[in-house]
C-alpha cells in the first residue's frame, strides 16, 4: 500500500533558523504531492503542492519544496522562520489509483521560538 | 466564501453509544470527504463522496461507521456502537471537482473531537 514517511516528528527552532522538513513516499509511479499546514486552533490548509513540471513548487509564506524522483521525496524549505510559523506540517501524496485521495504521513510538529 | 461547516465540535460518549457528526461544504463543491484522525497520527480518508455517490469507502469499519449524502449538499458520518479506539478527530473536507491532478484543493473544516470513555 502507498505510504508517506516524516521521519522528523517535533521540530524546535529559533527564529531565523532555516527549516527543512523531510518527506518520502513509497509509490513508484506518478504521484501528485502536497504539504498541508494547521496552525494552532485553525483548520488544515494547502500550503503548496505540486503535479509536474519544475520539480521546484513554491507556496504561501516563503515556503518552498523540492520534489526529488530517485530519491521520492518531497522536502519541505524555509530559508527563514518566524514564529508564526509554529504549526503542524503534514505531507501527503495522491496516486492514479483514486487522484482524490489523500495519504497522509504523520506530520511535524515545528515550535519557533522568538 | 463561507468555509466547511461542522458539528459538534466536541463530543464525549461512552463506549457502546452511537454518536453522529453533521458536514456542510463549501456551496458548489461536489465531493466530500471524510477523514478520521487519531492523535498522532495524518488524517485518514473514510469516504469519500461525488454528489450524492460513494466513491471511495475502502477504509470505512462498515460494521459500526456509516455515511450518507442524500441531497448531495450536506452529510452526516454515524457511528453505532462506538468503540474507545474511535477517539479521534473527525474531518469533512470538500472540492470543487473530481481530480485533485487538475488543480482542485481539498478545503477542510475544523473537525469534530471525538472521545469515546
Known amino acids: 500500500a502507498q505510504s508517506v514517511s516524516q521521519h522528523n516528528h517535533h521540530v524546535i527552532l529559533s527564529e531565523a533558523a532555516s527549516l527543512e522538513l523531510g518527506c518520502n513516499y513509497s509509490?513508484?509511479?506518478?504521484?501528485?504531492l502536497f504539504w498541508y499546514v494547521q496552525y494552532p486552533g485553525q483548520h488544515l490548509q494547502l500550503l503548496l503542492k505540486?503535479?509536474?513540471?519544475?520539480?521546484l513548487v513554491k507556496g504561501i509564506k516563503g515556503f518552498e519544496a523540492e520534489f526529488i524522483k530517485s530519491k521520492f521525496s518531497f522536502n519541505l524549505r524555509k530559508p527563514s522562520v518566524q514564529w508564526s510559523d509554529t504549526a503542524e506540517y503534514f505531507c501527503?501524496?495522491?496516486?492514479?489509483?483514486?487522484?482524490?485521495?489523500?495519504?497522509f504521513g504523520t506530520g511535524t510538529r515545528l515550535q519557533v521560538f522568538p | 466564501e463561507a468555509g466547511v461547516a461542522q458539528s459538534p465540535r466536541y463530543k464525549i460518549i461512552e463506549k457502546r453509544q452511537s454518536v453522529a457528526f453533521w458536514c456542510n461544504p463549501i456551496?458548489?463543491?461536489?465531493?466530500l470527504y471524510w477523514y478520521q484522525q487519531i492523535l498522532g497520527q495524518g488524517p485518514k480518508l473514510l469516504i469519500q463522496?461525488?454528489?450524492?455517490?460513494?466513491?471511495?469507502d475502502s477504509q470505512l469499519p462498515k460494521d459500526r461507521f456509516s455515511a450518507e449524502r442524500l441531497k448531495g449538499v450536506d452529510s452526516t458520518l454515524k457511528i453505532q456502537p462506538a468503540k474507545l479506539e474511535d477517539s479521534a478527530v473527525y474531518l469533512c473536507?470538500?472540492?470543487?471537482?473530481?481530480?485533485?491532478?487538475?488543480?482542485?484543493?481539498?478545503?477542510f473544516g475544523p473537525g469534530t473531537r471525538l472521545l469515546v470513555l
Open positions: 473536507a470538500s472540492s470543487p471537482r473530481t481530480g485533485t491532478s487538475g488543480g482542485g484543493t481539498q478545503y
Open positions: 509509490y513508484g509511479g506518478t504521484v501528485n
Open positions: 505540486y503535479f509536474s513540471g519544475d520539480p
Open positions: 501527503a501524496v495522491t496516486t492514479p489509483y483514486n487522484t482524490d485521495k489523500l495519504i
Open positions: 456551496s458548489g463543491h461536489a465531493t
Open positions: 463522496f461525488q454528489n450524492n455517490g460513494v466513491v471511495d
